[in-house]
């Protein structure tokens, strides 16, 4: 059973338009969360991270949001540039164990 | 930097024959991790090591598969005898410390088992 759904598999979006990502969790007792964005034939790479004790961070054009009681992380980039086309992750973490998700691919339309 | 460094980038195999697939992490780094990756599940963590030793390997799906870390500058993912279930990128990944330390990923291995 997953812990971490991204129920999007894909979105669009115009460049220069709002990309808003969404995660799920089930498990209360995660503490940390973190997006990760994938390049093919590459492994992923961090981008930005949260505690469970914030609820938002920014860092650029990239700004995660954590909504605890409804279990919901998100993560907005704006504006949307064509790099930004990627796969993107966003995992959680209790303790010493990572949860990922499936995934969204992102596509920027020039 | 060279990063974390995985091999081979593609593997091709028959059902019923071993795997092993290589990861040297980042020099410095404290802690490795092996993930998998696949449509339906994501990115899966099978096994993490912190110091060259194993800490949690629940993930590891079943017997087949084993890992190794004989020092601080290696390690080895195996699978004996491999499925074709087992077909899946998969990842390696080095942080400084345990814990919530940024994770850097290796480039991966395609594991593709007929």
């Known amino acids: 059973d997953q812990q971490v759904k991204q129920n999007s598999p894909s979105l669009s979006v115009q460049e220069g338009r709002i990309s808003i990502l969404n995660c799920d969790y089930t498990n209360s007792m995660f503490d940390y969360f973190l997006w990760y964005k994938k390049y093919p034939a590459e492994g992923p790479t961090f981008l930005i991270s949260i505690s469970s004790i914030k609820d938002k961070n920014e860092d650029g054009r990239f700004t995660v949001f954590l909504n605890k009681s409804a279990k919901h992380l998100s993560l907005h980039i704006v504006p949307s540039q064509p790099g930004d086309s990627a796969v993107y992750f966003c995992a959680a973490s209790a303790g010493n164990q990572f949860y990922f998700g499936t995934g969204t691919s992102l596509t920027v339309i020039p | 930097d060279a990063g974390v460094i995985q091999s081979p980038r593609h593997e091709v195999t028959e059902m019923g024959q071993e795997v092993t697939l290589r990861c040297k992490p980042i020099?410095?780094?404290?802690?490795l991790f092996w993930y998998r990756q696949t449509m339906m599940r994501g990115l899966e963590l099978l096994i993490y090591f912190n110091n060259n030793v194993p800490i949690d390997d629940s993930g590891m799906p079943e017997d087949r598969f084993s890992a190794k870390m004989p020092n601080a500058s290696f390690s080895t993912l195996k699978i004996q005898p491999s499925e074709p279930r087992d077909s899946a990128v998969y990842f390696c990944a080095s942080s400084l410390v345990q814990g919530r330390d940024t994770q850097y990923f290796g480039p991966g291995t395609r594991l593709t088992v007929l």
């Open positions: 020099s410095g780094h404290n802690s």
